[in-house]
């Protein structure tokens, strides 16, 4: 069993900064990439801001310059850093991980948080 959980979400006025993490525990072989996503009320789910095992990062257009994605490996972490948050930023933000279980690539399985509020107040 693998398991992802969310931390640090919250209420922030717009301008403001929340630092979002996530840890995952359990039967863990190894973890690939490690991403963020958000969904907004009446909107599908949208990617964030993605972090490879190398430590390449990714980013949504509408978060560069804004957020900070970063993991700790050896804690299975990975981190969100956000700033100058907007209202437009306000949802439930998730974090997402391709892990495997085993030496084998087959045992790798995306999995996912249960989502941590995040609500910026204009």
């Known amino acids: 069993q693998v398991h992802l959980v969310e931390s640090g979400g919250g209420l922030v006025q717009a301008g403001g900064s929340l630092r979002l993490s996530c840890a995952a525990s359990?039967?863990?072989?190894?973890?690939?990439?490690m991403a963020w996503h958000r969904q907004a009320p009446g909107k599908q789910r949208e990617l964030v801001a993605t972090i490879t095992s190398g430590g390449v990062t990714n980013y949504a257009d509408s978060v560069k310059g804004r957020f900070t994605i970063s993991r700790d490996s050896a804690k299975n972490m990975v981190i969100l850093q956000m700033s100058s948050l907007t209202p437009e930023d306000t949802a439930v933000y998730y974090c997402?991980?391709?892990?495997?279980?085993?030496?084998?690539?087959?045992?790798?399985?995306?999995?996912w948080g249960q989502g941590t509020q995040v609500t910026v107040s204009s």
């Open positions: 359990g039967s863990i072989f190894s973890i690939n990439t």
């Open positions: 997402n991980a391709n892990i495997r279980t085993s030496a084998s690539i087959l045992s790798q399985r995306s999995y």
